[in-house]
């Protein structure tokens, strides 16, 4: 699944691509994957601002937004990448006034592109961007204080934290040596701190990294990420930690694979 940084650089070159660009045609393939929330049309808005929250993509038109969550496997490709024009895991297919496509291919069609007149009607439970500046070192203490949930689940939730998902999960606990089940009241709050840098250097990393490629993530022009190269715990089961030596096991932990370090990471 694009976490953060993947999403983080799909918005940075949509909004090259894109922004006072027109729309001139929608072409849904798989119903499902497009809700229309208001009673506006798509046809002549033209996108004025590009931003994300979180793991949400928001087009913002001149009236009304286009909210995008590309959830398992989704991929955005610009017109200028190559012709997806028949390609089977197409599901739809936006075209603009300059003749310019976007297509959007999702292979486990779990993926959304949300037509609503204001983001606030999609977003409203999403909590605060993981990288964003009203995010400080004290607030992410304040909110790992006030949860009983086992940490792993908490930054996966998006109701607090919104942006991080497995990969990163597993490495920013990895690299501050917290097991991905301790109580979130109970580790200490140096760890907590340390915890929250970590969050800021591994994700701005890996968006300087173009992304996290694993299996399906790919940029606008169908670039495969970089950071995978770095991952120090991510997809490592049964290698040797390169901390201690010990051998990496997987377990399930807040329903996803889970890849831990049984003696670097200290459950609080």
Known sequence: MPELPEVEIVVRELRLTLIGKTFSGLNVYWQRSFRAQTEDTLINRKISRI????????????RGCLIIHLRMTGQLFSGESENYNGHKHLRIKISFKDHSPLYFIDQRKFGRIYHVDDSGE????VGVDAVADELSGKGFIALLNRS???VKAFLLCQKYVSGMGNIYTDECLFRCGIHPLSRCENIPDLKKAELYLTIQEILKSAILNMGTTISDYRDTYGNQGQNQKFLKIYDCDGLPCS??????????????GTHICPVCQKIY
Not at 247 to 253: A, F, G, N, P
């Open 51 to 62: 931003t994300r929250k979180g793991k949400y993509i928001i087009l913002n038109l001149d």
């Open 122 to 125: 999609i977003l409203k439970n």
């Open 148 to 150: 009983k949930m086992a």
């Open 243 to 256: 901390v201690c030596g010990s051998i990496i096991k997987k377990e399930k932990i807040a329903g996803r």
